[in-house]
């Protein structure tokens, strides 16, 4: 979504900075402005990034930086999104916790079914969110994971973990802890 914890970022930015040769596309799912992209991109600019956002008012106000880190964003639920192509690694950064516990484990499903590599993080615990600013899908309403959960449910999609943690940090001036798994996508051969 729009906003993002910080923590975790850089656990992220190492892995895609040790494979950087092997990843030439990546999808972020859940773009909001690009927070990810904004960390990640100079890393290799001629990586091509796409999005996706389900509020297009996010799209319309930071249409100006989104249009210069991303090829292209697709305004739609990930939910009912057909993938036309893989990804060398998708992102899901503070994404699942927003989607019902069932679609969201679809949503996994799909973006490691489409990927070399991987990652997923969210907040752990009873991490609630109410809406803000009008956008109904801010709110946490799959609120209780474990990191043990996740990567249970990372194994039963087919995913392969390379690495997860646990990360101490603050959401709304509230102490929580942010899970992150990183892990090999069922196209973990070919990618384009």
């Not at 060398?88 to 969201?104: A, P, Q, R, T």
């Not at 194994?155 to 603050?170: M, P, Q, T, V």
Request: proline residues 3%; contains cysteine; charged residues 25%.
């Amino acid at each position: 979504m729009c906003n993002s914890v910080v923590r975790g970022k850089d656990y992220t930015e190492d892995f895609y900075r040790d494979k950087i040769n092997e990843i030439n596309s990546v999808f972020d799912i859940g773009c909001g402005r690009g927070i990810w992209a904004g960390c990640l991109k100079s890393i290799k600019p001629e990586v091509e990034w796409y999005g996706i956002e389900i509020w297009k008012p996010y799209v319309d106000k930071y249409k100006s930086n989104l249009n210069r880190l991303y090829n292209d964003i697709y305004i739609e639920d990930i939910i009912e999104f057909k993938y036309k192509r893989n990804y060398d690694f998708i992102i899901m950064g503070d994404v699942l916790e927003h989607i019902e516990y069932n679609n969201s484990i679809k949503v996994l499903k799909e973006a490691i079914n489409n990927s070399r590599y991987f990652v997923v993080s969210l907040p752990l615990g009873e991490a609630v969110h109410p809406p803000e600013h009008g956008n109904k899908y801010q709110e946490h309403i799959n609120i209780g994971w474990t990191l043990k959960k996740l990567e249970r449910s990372v194994l039963s999609c087919g995913g392969n973990i390379i690495k997860s943690r646990e990360f101490d940090c603050a959401w709304l001036n509230d102490p929580i802890k942010l899970g992150v798994i990183i892990g090999y996508g069922k196209n973990n051969l070919v990618c384009g």
